[in-house]
């Protein structure tokens, strides 16, 4: 990977995921400093120590809870203090079961704060500073799981389908600042989130996902899924009539 | 955390296993899971018979526990993770001025597999193994973490090469050595036969060195090949990144006799008869193999063995009588590596010692089976052991009296883990840690090992 020609920051919620450190390693390839945000700080560490051997500029743990708004401030703060490009991934996410929202749908809120509006709040505190500096890319991971809701996850797709909408006007928004939006559907990844998931198939490596995300930057291409065959499985599913689909179990 | 049930094998692909396996991404999680129960750890399942195999028991993936947790420019120490692949560490590093000091052939193993093999590399007898450049060993028995140096003797010893007997890796220090840039001069020349090899060998004074055996060869030929010398030399590579896999299952003829002489003969003969001299980025003459991922599917859908012995260096005839018999059975591979190693070993199972090592893949079809348990005893009798990261055929009886200081280390392991948790299918097949305790009337061994060490019925219930 090659060196960034400028001063570039990436800010990463959600950065002790596998998904995010495969990404901070690719940013950290390029020589950027790292803001790796999360609740375990202890393994943020751990990731912030790797990511400097890798080539980072610098690295910084930051405590981030998407189910706490007050700790977006700070960060916020702290990417502003450096010069260049600030750039923002997000990866933060949860997927109760199903079942277990059916048992407590209470888990609901909780499940919508993780998945969208925690990062679309930290997002919209965020993008006044990419407009005044005119430059910075959001990378936004949400999934196919957002495309149509299913009876296996609607809840978890609901809040994806939900901050790719968000996504889209955030897009809409910065375009016309000099900042970019790049939204990530992932299908199945090889993650702690799908280890033992059954029925997984085309399981990407997170490594993959990584550098597909990166390409996109690049190419500041607007939606990408990864891997790329998941556009068409998702188009056909897109596309199957409701009434057809209302009783489909897939 | 959660588990799944996987069907495994081992590199070689003629050993497998199914059992529980859960993939800790966090070191906290990681010693939530050992609290729960101690079971075996695994890495990237490099070892080629059935080290790294647990059969209906549950065992950790440590592949995601694969990072850089410090280092230390001026000193080289770095401490890492043991999921890290050793290869990433080199490339990492390289560029910078460091390298890891040993590297075996594969750039895929991870560091927990290093020390828990003791691996040597192709400067074995320059730089020693693995273990004797490790300062720390972060180690978790059970609810316990012990950091450990070389200076706590007993369970250090019993660690290094320990096949992950004391308890679960979680991470390590090591030195780093210095080095001038990432490529190397590779040096190849022509050998005609076993005693010019020893001659070679004598008179060599690179830091790596590996001699590529034609073990179909017969007669005036019998030993022929082509020694590699190399160094590390100044420049930094900047690295395709490509690499090429095998995508299928190769038919059984691929490595038929016929192919496999054809083959030999053409790769020695690719190097001039006057010998050449090229420059390499640093993996290439490393990772020879590792250039082209899932090699082992050459072998076919049955797999292979690999035999890898170390003899004393006046067993020479030894190592006569063994390539004839391979030779003779036309059942070798174009992959047979010879190479003479130092003393240097850093624990008590080990498997460096002052001698000649031979390596050689064979199919898994026909009678290979019987030469590698043959080639085994001719080790055995020349006072000279196997390689337990790469057999997967030896039986117990074979290996009594191989390595000396086993005794020692049964007893260590014995006081780190003493309800049997982390046996593998290696340990139980060969008896490493002794027979198993109290047998019942069972006419499965391997179940009544597994019974007696409660790992059959933990994990399960625990686990939620």
């Known amino acids: ?250 | 955390m959660s588990w799944k049930t996987l069907e495994s094998t081992g590199w070689g692909r003629a050993h497998s296993a199914s059992g529980d396996v859960a993939r800790p991404e966090r070191a906290s999680q990681l010693k939530r899971l050992l609290a729960q129960a101690p079971v075996p750890a695994f890495g990237m399942r490099r070892s080629y018979g059935d080290a790294a195999l647990t059969s209906d028991a549950p065992s950790l993936d440590m592949t995601r526990l694969d990072r850089v947790l410090s280092f230390d420019d001026t000193s080289g120490l770095v401490h890492v993770e043991a999921g890290l692949p050793i290869g990433d560490l080199g490339r990492m590093f390289a560029a910078k001025g460091w390298i890891p000091p040993v590297m075996p052939g594969t750039g895929f193993a991870t560091i927990g597999g290093c020390i828990a093999n003791d691996v040597h590399g192709k400067n074995h007898h320059v730089v020693g193994s693995f273990g004797q450049h490790v300062t720390e060993i972060t180690l978790i028995q059970g609810d316990k973490t012990l950091v450990i140096t070389p200076s706590d003797k007993g369970i250090f010893q019993a660690t290094v090469g320990g096949m992950g007997q004391t308890g679960v890796i979680a991470s390590a220090k090591m030195k780093m050595a210095p080095c001038k840039g990432d490529l190397m001069v590779l040096t190849e020349r022509r050998i005609d036969n076993l005693d010019e090899f020893f001659v070679a060998f004598d008179d060599s004074t690179a830091d790596y060195t590996v001699g590529w055996i034609d073990a179909t060869a017969k007669g005036a030929n019998l030993g022929r090949g082509v020694l590699e010398e190399s160094e590390i030399t100044s420049g930094v590579n900047p690295g395709s990144g490509k690499s090429k896999s095998v995508p299928f299952n190769a038919p059984h003829w691929a490595l038929s006799a016929p192919i496999v002489r054809l083959f030999n003969e053409m790769y020695f003969r690719r190097v001039p008869a006057t010998g050449r001299t090229s420059v390499k980025p640093i993996t290439d003459p490393f990772f020879p193999l590792d250039a082209i991922h899932n090699w082992n599917r050459l072998y076919g859908k049955n797999g292979f063995n690999q035999f890898q012995c170390v003899v004393p260096l006046n067993a020479t005839n030894c190592l006569r009588i063994m390539l004839e018999r391979i030779a003779a059975s036309g059942l070798a591979s174009p992959l047979a590596v010879l190479k003479k190693m130092g003393a240097g070993r850093a624990g008590y199972m080990s498997f460096p010692m002052e001698g000649y090592t031979l390596a050689v893949d064979f199919p898994n079809r026909g009678s290979a089976e019987y030469l590698v348990r043959d080639l085994t005893d001719l080790a055995r009798e020349a006072g000279g052991r196997i390689y337990f990261a790469k057999d997967g055929l030896a039986q117990a009886k074979q290996i009594a009296g191989m390595y000396p200081e086993q005794e020692t280390w049964q007893q260590e392991v014995a006081k780190a883990d003493p309800e049997r948790a982390m046996e593998t299918n290696l340990v139980r097949r060969l008896q490493l840690r002794g027979a198993p305790a109290a047998p019942k009337a069972s006419k499965d061994q391997s179940e009544t090992a597994l019974s007696d060490t409660g790992l059959s019925n933990t994990g399960k219930g625990e686990r939620a």
């Open chain 1, 1 to 250: 990977m090659s060196k960034s020609t400028q001063n570039e920051t990436w800010i990463i919620l959600g950065a002790t995921s596998s998904m995010a450190r495969a990404f901070a390693r690719k940013a950290a390839a390029r020589g950027a400093t790292l803001l790796l945000c999360g609740r375990d700080l202890d393994d943020l560490r751990a990731t912030a120590s790797d990511c400097l051997a890798r080539g980072a500029k610098t690295t910084e743990p930051c405590a981030f809870d998407a189910r706490d708004v007050s700790s977006f401030g700070p960060i916020i703060e702290r990417a502003t203090r450096e010069d260049g490009v600030i750039n923002c991934a997000v990866f933060v996410g949860s997927m109760p079961t199903q079942d277990a929202i059916d048992a407590e749908p209470d888990l609901i809120s909780g499940t919508v704060q993780d998945n969208y509006t925690g990062p679309a709040t930290f997002l919209q505190m965020l993008a006044p500073e990419l407009e005044s500096r005119g430059s910075g890319t959001v990378v936004g991971v949400g999934s196919v799981a957002g495309d149509r809701g299913r009876i296996g996850n609607y809840v978890y797709g609901s809040a994806k389908a939900g901050f790719a909408t968000y996504l889209s006007g955030l897009r809409n928004r910065l375009t016309r600042a000099g900042a970019h939006v790049v939204t990530v559907k992932p299908g199945f990844v090889d993650t702690a989130m799908t280890w033992d998931v059954e029925g997984m198939f085309l399981v990407a490596a997170p490594e993959k996902v990584a550098t597909d995300i990166m390409n996109a930057v690049a190419k500041k291409k607007n939606v990408i899924y990864t891997p790329f065959f998941w556009r068409y499985i998702m188009l056909i599913i897109r596309h199957i009539p409701e009434f057809i689909f209302k009783k489909m179990s897939i």
